[in-house]
């Protein structure tokens, strides 16, 4: 039973930018993590409570969408990987260094490999190799 789950989520991962998609989530929660958690040292209370939480919540939240979208809709990648992009970058202005610069790099590679993927299948090398005829000199 295992076994059968497995093989239906590597094909339904084969079928969509599922790492570009998971690297966007990952970087979309660290954007959003720090202006709404607290850290306590000892008897100091460590919270960021500025314009940058809302900044954060919305960037945060619109990236989340993204993410989602690559996984239910592959066909609108394109769209989701320049909205990542642009959003990741917007993030490194207004919210605490993009979540101290982890969130924008996340995002800034997930919304990268969403624009570079592609769902037609690869050619096999030897039909590469075989196509690129040398020519004497």
Do not use: H, Y
Request: proline share 5%.
């Amino acid at each position: 039973m295992l076994l059968t789950f497995w093989r239906g989520f590597t094909a339904w991962r084969r079928g969509r930018p599922f790492w570009a998609g998971l690297f966007v989530a990952a970087g979309a929660l660290i954007i959003l993590f720090p202006p709404f958690v607290g850290v306590k040292l000892g008897d100091m209370v460590i919270s960021i409570k500025t314009i940058g939480g809302t900044s954060a919540l919305l960037i945060g939240t619109l990236l989340a969408i993204c993410a989602v979208s690559l996984w239910v809709q592959p066909k609108f990648r394109l769209a989701a990987g320049i909205v990542t992009v642009l959003l990741s970058l917007v993030a490194l202005v207004v919210t605490n260094l993009g979540g101290f610069l982890a969130g924008t790099v996340l995002s800034l590679l997930g919304g990268a490999l969403a624009v570079a993927w592609t769902d037609e299948p690869k050619k096999p090398k030897a039909a590469e190799v075989s196509s690129q005829t040398v020519q004497p000199t």
